[in-house]
Nanobody, 116 residues
Framework: QVRLVESGGGLVQPGGSLTLSCAVS????????MAWYRQAPGKQRELVAT???????NYADSVKGRFTISRDNAKNTAYLQMNSLKPEDTAVYYC??????????WGQGTQVTVSS
């Protein structure tokens, strides 16, 4: 059974930085596509960034140049480095792991609050 556990959320001032981690249990981590989503109160969940098994990355326009997604296959962990944070980045951030069309797993989410 695959389990995803996010960590690293918290309260940060505008302009600050946070790094989220997503630890994945189970096999095939190196073959999975990893993604970060976020959901702000009253809004739909949105895709923030993805990284494929080959290391290709993609970002939402709203975070390009500020956020960086990465992965460490030796540690079965994906990361989201968030810089120059804005109040509009406030949301619950979720990690997602997919492999083909048969495996699709989500974490429980971690709260990020950007406020002075």
């Amino acid at each position: 059974q695959v389990r995803l556990v996010e960590s690293g959320g918290g309260l940060v001032q505008p302009g600050g930085s946070l790094t989220l981690s997503c630890a994945v249990s189970g096999s095939l981590f190196g073959s999975r596509t990893m993604a970060w989503y976020r959901q702000a109160p009253g809004k739909q969940r949105e895709l923030v960034a993805t990284i494929t098994s080959g290391g290709s990355t993609n970002y939402a326009d709203s975070v390009k140049g500020r956020f960086t997604i990465s992965r460490d296959n030796a540690k079965n962990t994906a990361y989201l480095q968030m810089n120059s944070l804005k109040p509009e980045d406030t949301a619950v951030y979720y990690c997602r792991s997919t492999y083909g069309i048969t495996l699709d797993n989500w974490g429980q989410g971690t709260q990020v609050t950007v406020s002075s």
